[in-house]
């Protein structure tokens, strides 16, 4: 519902220094987060009434930035930033003066995940090499339980994803 969620700044940012806020101009926005894939994803739609993708051309190179909270149970505000994927599903109004399309985003780690192939062997708790592998090969830090006992590992030429997957079976 339109009420469930305080929404604080909306905006799409380009890598040449560009910024549009979306608050105005969007319809919905969701994004999901599943513990069987690697990175958030989502989508916003968007009712543009001021020919958006032709002053802002939308190459794949934007972030979209995102702060909300729950409203009502004294929580803090909440900040995710997201790479623009692609845009989709154009459609133009019938009087030619707008469009909606939807623009898809995910979460800055497909990028180094997709790109970066680890091959190494690591010796320790594998708590502490996941959260090695998180930090030198995504970057960030990793909240990660201590696990026990050492443990000997050579990865394989792996995705870091597929490196952490493998070690939280473990």
């Known amino acids: 519902k339109s009420d469930d969620f305080e929404l604080l700044s909306f905006f799409m940012e380009s890598n040449s220094g560009g910024k549009v806020d979306l608050k105005k101009i969007y319809q919905n926005v969701t994004f999901v987060e599943d513990i069987n894939t ?3 994803s989502g989508s916003v739609l968007i009712k543009d009434g001021n020919d958006l993708l032709n002053t802002f051309p939308i190459s794949g190179h934007e972030t979209i930035t995102l702060e909300f909270r729950t409203p ?3 929580s803090d505000f ?3 930033k997201f790479v623009v994927a692609e845009v989709t599903d154009r459609v133009r109004a019938p009087n030619e003066r707008g469009e909606v399309y939807r623009v898809r985003f995910v979460s800055h780690t497909v990028h180094p995940n997709k790109s970066t192939k680890i091959s190494k062997s690591f010796k320790g708790k594998i708590s502490d090499m996941a959260k090695t592998i998180y930090s030198d090969y ?3 830090n990793l909240n990660a339980l201590p696990t ?3 443990h000997r590992f050579v990865i394989p030429r ?3 994803f597929k490196a ?4 939280s079976l473990r």
């Open 38 to 40: 690697s990175a958030i």
């Open 72 to 74: 009502g149970i004294g």
């Open 78 to 80: 909440i900040r995710l």
């Open 138 to 140: 995504i970057g960030g």
């Open 148 to 150: 026990k006992n050492e």
């Open 158 to 160: 792996w995705s870091p």
């Open 164 to 167: 952490l997957e493998w070690l």
